[in-house]
């Protein structure tokens, strides 16, 4: 990092004293949130107070308020729900439930206050924010305090953290639970699928969203499911008959199952609520389908937080207490969200009043508006949808007479199949034929390569692995074979799905243009590999199915050491030289030292881990987790670092290793991945339309310049197509890494909640954004 960081300096806690509560319905990876800001609160030198049973606690008092250390919230980084528990108040509606919590804080200088609940919870927050100071008063006129203390606790400033699995809350792109929520979903939906298809049955699945559809869309984007019912966007008139039509037709595909989904909150264009039940008789009076109704109620809510909601709930609490350190009597209360891949500041009502725009919104029969209102993310969800799940009939479609050929490079990466069925699809819906292409480049040369219709990739969103089959083996020595091949079957565009190969892959296919002129086509890579080491895009697909795989071995090891003595594990992690799934991986299962390439260690930093982890141990803290990328050091293998702990800890600790190995590879892709491969992959594939047609000229395709050879990669905030020439810069080439990689900036994090001093650099954050003005193509987060 070239600038110094904004830290220690400005924003000492010293003084200051920060409550946390949580409240309302619970979520998945709340726990992660209360983890941070209690361990970064501490860190900066404030105290914390645990306020138990929200918003009834701080009324409560006594008991309920408690301060705590560092060790309260150990090991509860991977428990579901919520430790301090979530309760509703009606005392708190009350401005007498309201003077009794702010008696409360001020007994013990809580001026500082961290919510962590949905938007009913936070504008109860931000209104007791408002009335602080006239509260105060009434307390000193009524002698419960004294003038001094009205001074002393003048201002009272709140930071919110959006905790609901719904994804209901406008201006984040996902709030803490919703990532684990469809985990929940993704699973039962798969259990599902096998027992249908068995007996030929359709099944209606009912999720959760009483006022919001992002669960039902999304499960239904990432399991390919052939209706899906939301409240933004009810049917239009005469939908029974349409959905009918349609399950008919794919059972005449030879589809033995049918899939629907339908949010709780579901509602046609008059208003009047869907029911899955309403949907079950429906299919079973006119098709006489054998039909089940599955309600996943409470299931959603349950269990282990996924990778992604323990690191966007770490990353949120960390953020939070910064919010609150800098905040100041003018200070607006905030939410800390997160846009796209970066952490922002918005005020608290503006994005309550979004919120409740959208309901005004669906209540007035403005879908479309609602829609709009729900995001960017929410609309491109929508849109793909409604792409890849109804085909055409042929008649309808145009003819583009150009053949695409898509194929998988590298290893293996779960998603990848999602992301050739979205290519395939949306490539027949542009009027283009399709042709998959087995065993990636080698395939290629050896004339692997067959037409593959819509129906062929029915139900591939749930598959690992790669089912085109995928190779590492560059093109460089088989040039003229591929050449051949392309001329052959006359193809007039290429998609590549792979890892850092694919990459070298392009480079290789668009040096070689001058000598073939069957390489002056289009060309775009989507970026898909466990390892996440692509120049060009912040994630891959398949890492997140990766860090969630390593998340959990991370927890069943943690969990095998109960009740036995002391014992610290050292894991070793995949990732070629790139350290991310090292590091994110340590920060989702709460590991004590991550060790990677990019971050060059001696042996005096392994000794002072190793007096660090001892110390730990002399506490309450009985088990410590070291990860370890495969490439971080040649010297410092996963055995060294293993007899050194060994060695070291006598006494206090002892030791076990595992290499977690293919295990990273394999497994049925994360709804993050599923989701992303088909978003950014029917993205990937309109982009080789619009080059098509660009340079398409005297009745056929040549494209010779740079911005022909793409890569479709994710950036910050937005999907960017970069030309793979222009990558180059950006690329180490013998570690097979990017040069700069954004995630790095996290590392400090997993220090910090590991009790580590170290300089966090926070001049990214900070900045208090407005609603309206986020950035319209904000993409990833939500996938």
Known sequence: MDHQPKFFEN???????IGVLTSGGDAQGMNAAVRAVVRMGIYVN?????????????????????????????????????????????????????????????????????????????????????????????????????????????????????????????????????????HRIIEVVDAIMTTAQSHQRTFVLEVMGRHCGYLALVSALACGADWVFIPEYPPEEGWEDSMCVKLSENRARKKRLNIIIVAEGAIDCHNKPITSEKVKDLVVQRLGFDTRVTILGHVQRGGTPSAFDRILASRMGVEAVLALLEATPATPACVVSLSGNQAVRLPLMECVQMTQEVQKAMDEGRFLEAVRLRGRSFENNLNTYKLLSHKKPDAELPKSNFNVAVLNVGAPAAGMN?????????????????????????????????????GDVGGWTGQGGSILGTKRTLPAKYLEKIADQMRTNNINALMVIGGFEAYLGLLELSAAREKYDEFCVPMVMVPATVSN??????????????????????????????????????????????????????????????????????IRELQANVEHLTEKMKT???????????????????????????????????????????????????????????????????????????????????????????????????????????????????????????????????????????SYDVSDSGQLEHVAMLPKEAETGAI
């Open 620 to 758: 309450s803290i009985q088990r410590g987790l070291v990860l370890r990328n495969e490439n971080c050091n040649e010297n410092y293998t996963t055995d060294f670092i293993y007899q050194l702990y060994s060695e070291e800890g006598k006494g206090v600790f002892d030791c076990r290793k595992n290499v977690l190995g293919h295990m990273q590879q394999g497994g049925a892709p994360s709804p993050f991945d599923r989701n992303f491969g088909t978003k950014i992959s029917a993205k990937a594939m309109q982009w080789i339309s619009k080059k098509l047609k660009e340079t398409y000229r005297k009745g056929k395709v040549f494209a010779n310049t740079d911005d022909s050879v793409c890569l479709l990669g994710i950036r910050r905030r937005n999907l960017v197509f970069q030309p793979v020439a222009e990558l180059k810069s950006e690329t180490d080439f013998v570690h097979r890494i990017p040069r700069e990689q954004w995630w790095l900036k996290l590392r400090p994090l997993m220090k910090i909640l590991a009790k580590y001093k170290t």
């Open 11 to 17: 924003l000492s806690g010293a003084g200051k004293a």
């Open 418 to 454: 999602a992301a050739v069925r979205a290519a395939v699809r949306v490539g027949i819906t542009e009027g283009h034929k399709i042709f998959a292409v087995i065993d990636g480049f080698e395939g290629f040369a050896r004339g692997k390569i067959k037409e593959i219709s819509w």
């Open 46 to 182: 404030a105290k914390v107070y645990f306020i138990y049973e929200g918003y009834q606690g701080m009324v409560d008092g006594g008991d309920n308020i408690v301060e705590v250390s560092w060790e309260s919230v150990s090991s509860i980084l991977q428990v579901g729900g919520t430790v301090i528990g979530s309760a509703r108040c009606k005392s708190f509606r009350t401005r007498e439930g309201r003077l009794q919590a702010a008696f409360n804080l001020v007994q013990r200088g809580i001026t500082n206050l961290c919510v962590i609940g949905g938007d009913g919870s936070l504008t109860g927050a931000n209104l007791f924010r408002e009335e602080w100071s006239g509260l105060l008063e009434e307390l000193a006129q009524k002698g419960k305090i004294d003038a001094e203390a009205v001074k002393k606790y003048a201002y009272l400033n709140i930071v919110g953290m959006v905790g609901s699995i719904d994804n209901d809350f406008c201006g984040t792109d996902m709030t803490i639970g919703t990532d684990s929520a469809l």
């Open 533 to 602: 080491n692509v120049p060009g895009s912040d994630f891959s697909i398949g890492a997140d199915t990766a860090l969630n795989t390593i998340t959990d071995t991370c927890d069943r090891i943690k969990q095998s050491a109960s009740g036995t003595k002391r014992r610290v594990f050292i894991i070793e992690t995949m990732g070629g030289y790139c350290g991310y799934l090292a590091n994110m991986g340590a920060l989702a299962a709460g590991a004590d030292a991550a060790y990677i390439f990019e971050e060059q260690f001696d």
